[in-house]
């Protein structure tokens, strides 16, 4: 139920009346319970704070358990026994704002300024109004709101939620004060003990230190423990996750398997180990997640105070739930955990983590996926954003996402061009609110798949139309200098221009690309690269921004390395740009798209974007002479990534079809974690022993290292 305050009319609507006015001399009280305890005599404050904010006038608070009649009375109390978790309603001349809990009540509290006055959160937290104090507030005759949320533990993990101030505002929960132990830190809870091997798995009959075994009784009264001691020193921390290590080793010694775990599934010994937690601890709730080694449902059953978070990790891919192929076993996963536990939540995704500044405008696929979360009995959804890192519109996101938590039924377009207006100058917040839902719907019709770490080629195909991008960054761009001291303008700033420059490399030569081909075949870098990558060194320093993904890449390397290829690029002669050619090797079955090594484009040290990867064979590449006839040499780029296992290769050979040896060069091996190397070799001439045949062929040897070990090319080309 929504209702609107009218405020400073001329005139009162019959069906509401004068909570507040400065001209009629109204001014109501606040009562609170004679025995209210301190976090309700705070709940009051803070009903005064923003009154005075708002309107200037000082509220006086009265501790009574009656009302004097002479005056109109906000009532302010706690009752543990309402079906609700909070309601607002109108009792004869008085209001009445009620709380299942203190934290409801604040709830509550901060719901009445955002349904009936004009406060906005901005205006709270800078502690100055926007527009003039209000003189007046009208409230409806017929006030009566009860509220309950669709899921009782609600948390967008982006930093914007770290403030309390904003969780108070939005009605959100924050795991540093709820949780003792949280995600995949048993290992911290251990580290420095002195414990036998056994408390780790058994796999292939060895003890492995990689992975617990939750069976193991030493184990387990360690960690009991521990969390007894969590516990005692903060009582608020009554939320436990038990999770396994982070991959997918099962223990399999005699008493694991005794309690039902198979090769694939540790669930059994898990949910065992939990279980005697939650005998001991009856009062703490404990989690574990199904994910990597929780496979199925144990077939004992477990007690009350246990719950489950289900991944969305392999499913999310930007497009509903229920409109993809994973949408069945989904909810037959999510009825089956909910059919064994109470507590069932969903582990979900908000931004692509491999680029903080893509919008990855999910809004619309949250609400669908929100619904159908509700639909299914889920209890809590967390929100895994770009935590402490800043991510494009974080502000906006966390606070649509706390709402759509809350009541997954809100309009998401109203929302949103709320969240600009109060946020931003009015042909600011228009800009933005345009462009924002633009790139939903974009989003959301789109059947493209996105998932939540991609390159910014596959965001382009899904909802970054170039042309509507570079257009609303021209628009954005003339309200800089006005801006030019906001930070949060500034972060924006730093985000548009770091997509508008990576836009540009997906794009190579073309309309919207980085360069040009000439007609003498030489690459022509566009003097606005120079531009914008003196803009998003000047935005990010001003803005105090200085990674971009999840694995913290810089963005001073990021423009260093920018620098670097278009000094290499300039005037570069470039023959083999689009011209035919074959792959005679295998290609992965995700990198289909060989015509990458030609297209004009260029990659970083981000794997994903621009670059071909070659896995389980060498890259063979077969060359028509005549396309490339005026070619003196072969220039080739390369990524080294250790942690994605990527390396540069071993050597470059030039051979001719029956793969007689033209030319050969060896790379050296590196020492280089994360980095690129261009190397060149000189193609035969007509003068050499063995002159370039009509067709040839270019063998670039993967590493010879053992183990998983990838390949990564991007532009192939002839100068």
């Not at 609507?13 to 009562?31: A, H, L, M, Q």
Request: hydrophobic fraction near 35%; proline fraction near 3%.
């Amino acid at each position: 139920m929504l209702f609107f305050s009218i405020i400073n009319s001329c005139a009162q609507d019959k069906n509401e009346f004068t909570f507040y006015s400065s001209e009629k001399k109204i001014v109501p009280r606040i009562s609170i319970p004679l025995n209210a305890d301190a976090e309700t005599t705070l709940a009051a404050g803070e009903f005064v704070k923003n009154f005075k904010l708002l309107t200037q006038e000082t509220l006086v608070v009265e501790r009574s358990n009656g009302l004097n009649q002479n005056y109109t009375y906000v009532v302010l109390s706690v009752n543990p026994t309402q079906k609700d978790n909070y309601c607002i309603y109108k009792k004869e001349k008085n209001i009445i704002i009620q709380g299942s809990s203190n934290e409801n009540l604040g709830f509550a509290i901060q719901e009445f300024f955002k349904k009936f006055t004009l406060l906005s959160f901005p205006e709270k937290i800078n502690q100055s109004l926007q527009n003039e104090i209000q003189t007046e507030v009208m409230i409806p005759n017929e006030l009566s709101i009860c509220s309950t949320p669709d899921f009782e533990y609600r948390e967008p993990y982006f930093s914007p939620n770290f403030d309390a101030e904003f969780r108070i505002w939005n009605k959100t929960n924050y795991l540093e004060l709820e949780w003792g132990l949280w995600g995949h830190n048993l290992p911290k809870l251990i580290k420095g003990a002195q414990l036998p091997e056994t408390i780790f798995a058994e796999v292939d009959k060895e003890r492995n230190e990689e992975q617990f075994c939750f069976t193991s009784e030493i184990f387990f009264e360690f960690v009991n423990d521990k969390i007894k001691d969590i516990h005692e020193n903060d009582a608020v921390l009554k939320k436990f996750m038990i999770l396994p290590n982070d991959n997918e080793m099962v223990c399999t010694c005699s008493t694991c398997k005794a309690v039902g775990n198979t090769t694939k599934d540790a669930a059994p010994a898990v949910f065992t180990f939990m279980n005697k937690l939650a005998k001991n601890h009856p009062k703490l709730l404990f989690f574990t997640a199904a994910y990597n080694s929780v496979k199925e449902v144990p077939k004992f059953k477990a007690s009350e105070n246990l719950g489950v978070f289900y991944s969305t990790i392999n499913i999310q891919k930007g497009i509903p739930i229920e409109r993809t192929k994973n949408f069945e076993k989904f909810e037959s996963d999510i009825k089956k955990w909910k059919n064994y536990i109470n507590n069932v939540y969903v582990w979900d995704y908000g931004v692509n983590f491999d680029n903080y500044f893509g919008l990855y405008p999910s809004l619309k696929v949250n609400q669908d996926n929100f619904k159908l979360y509700k639909k299914l009995g889920v209890n809590g959804v967390f929100m895994h954003g770009s935590e402490y890192n800043y991510s494009t519109l974080e502000d906006m996101k966390t606070t649509i996402i706390a709402n759509l938590l809350w009541d997954t039924s809100i309009n998401l377009d109203a929302e949103i061009n709320k969240y600009f207006t109060s946020k931003y100058p009015p042909k600011l917040a228009d800009i933005l609110t345009n462009y924002y839902l633009f790139t939903e719907s974009s989003f959301y019709t789109s059947k493209k798949e996105l998932g939540i770490y991609s390159g910014i080629n596959k965001s382009v195909r899904k909802y970054l139309d170039p042309k509507v991008f570079f257009s609303f960054y021209k628009e954005f761009d003339t309200h800089t200098q006005n801006n030019k001291y906001d930070k949060d303008f500034l972060k924006l700033a730093t985000a548009f221009t770091f997509l508008k420059l990576e836009i540009m490399r997906d794009a190579g030569f073309s309309e919207y690309g980085f360069a040009s081909l000439n007609g003498n075949d030489e690459i022509i870098v566009k003097n606005e690269i120079g531009t914008l990558l003196d803009k998003l060194l000047i935005y990010s320093k001003s803005a105090d921004i200085k990674t971009y993904n999840e694995v913290k890449y810089t963005l001073e390397d990021y423009i260093n390395s920018w620098k670097q290829t278009i000094f290499r690029y300039h005037k570069r002669k470039h023959y083999f740009y689009k011209k035919s050619f074959k792959v005679l090797s295998n290609l992965d079955e995700d990198y289909q798209n060989f015509k990458i090594l030609n297209d004009g484009t260029f990659g970083l040290r981000d794997y994903n974007t621009n670059w071909h990867l070659t896995s389980t064979d060498n890259l063979i590449l077969e060359i028509e002479k005549s396309s490339i006839s005026k070619a003196k040499k072969i220039t080739f780029s390369f990524l080294q990534d250790k942690k994605h296992k990527i390396y540069y290769p071993s050597f470059i050979e030039i051979v001719d079809m029956n793969n007689k040896l033209l030319k050969k060069i060896s790379v050296p091996t590196s020492e280089d974690v994360l980095n690129t190397k261009e190397i060149s070799i000189d193609l035969p001439s007509d003068y050499d022993k063995l002159p370039l045949p009509e067709y040839f062929k270019i063998v670039i040897k993967r590493a010879e290292i053992s183990g998983k070990n990838a390949l990564a090319c991007d532009e192939v080309i002839f100068n």
